[in-house]
C-alpha cells in the first residue's frame, strides 16, 4: 500500500477546487479509501479530508473512536442544515501541526453523504461527531480553522500538552 504524505498549510492544494466523487465509487476510489482510513488512524486523526493528502476530491474519513465507531468515508457531503445554537471549542489540524484555537459553530448540524456502497445517508447530529463532520466539510469548501478560529485563544502546544489533553484531537 503506499504511503499517504500530509498537505500542510499553506499548500496550495488545500485551497484549491475539490471535485464531486463519481458515484458509485471504482475500484480506484474505494483503495484511496482504505488508504486514507489508515492514514487517518496512523496520523492520529478524528478526521482527514482527501485535500490534506493531496487529492482535491469531495471525500473524507472520519474515524470517532471516542464513539467506538470504526473509520468510515463520507462521500461528497452536504450539510443540510445547522442549528442556530452555536458552541465554542478548541480544535486543532492535522495540516495546521501544533496549533490549537477555540471555534464557535453551531452545536446541531443535519448531513447529508454517501457511503462506500453507494448509499445516501442523512444524519442528524452534535457534539463532537458534529464538530468533527464540520471541520472536514470546511476542508472540502477550502476553508481552514485558521479562518475561524479566535485568534487570542491560539496557543502552541507540546507532546505533555497532548498527553494530557488526550480528548483535543487533531482533524
Ligand atoms: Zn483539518
Redesign the pocket.
Known amino acids: 500500500m503506499p504511503r499517504l504524505k500530509l498537505t500542510f498549510d499553506p499548500d496550495p492544494l488545500l485551497r484549491k477546487k475539490n471535485q464531486d466523487v463519481v458515484l458509485p465509487a471504482d475500484a480506484k476510489i474505494r483503495q484511496l479509501i482504505d488508504q486514507m482510513k489508515f492514514a487517518c488512524k496512523k496520523f492520529k486523526g478524528i478526521?482527514l479530508?482527501a485535500p490534506?493528502i493531496g487529492r482535491n476530491l469531495n471525500l473524507a474519513i472520519i474515524n470517532l473512536e471516542p464513539y467506538d465507531l470504526p473509520p468510515f468515508s463520507i462521500i461528497n457531503p452536504r450539510i443540510l442544515k445547522t442549528s442556530s445554537q452555536t458552541e465554542n471549542v478548541e480544535e486543532g489540524?492535522?495540516?495546521i501541526p501544533n496549533l490549537f484555537g477555540l471555534i464557535s459553530r453551531p452545536a446541531e448540524i443535519k448531513v447529508e453523504f454517501y457511503n462506500e456502497d453507494n448509499k445516501k445517508i442523512v444524519m442528524d447530529l452534535d457534539g463532537l461527531a458534529a464538530r468533527v463532520f464540520q471541520?472536514e466539510i470546511d476542508?472540502l469548501n477550502q476553508t481552514?480553522?485558521k479562518d475561524k478560529w479566535d485568534q487570542n485563544t491560539v496557543h502552541k502546544v507540546d507532546e505533555a500538552w497532548k498527553k494530557a489533553n488526550r480528548a483535543r484531537r487533531?482533524?
Do not use: F
Open positions: 478526521g479530508a490534506q489540524c492535522l495540516s471541520h476542508h481552514l480553522i487533531k482533524v
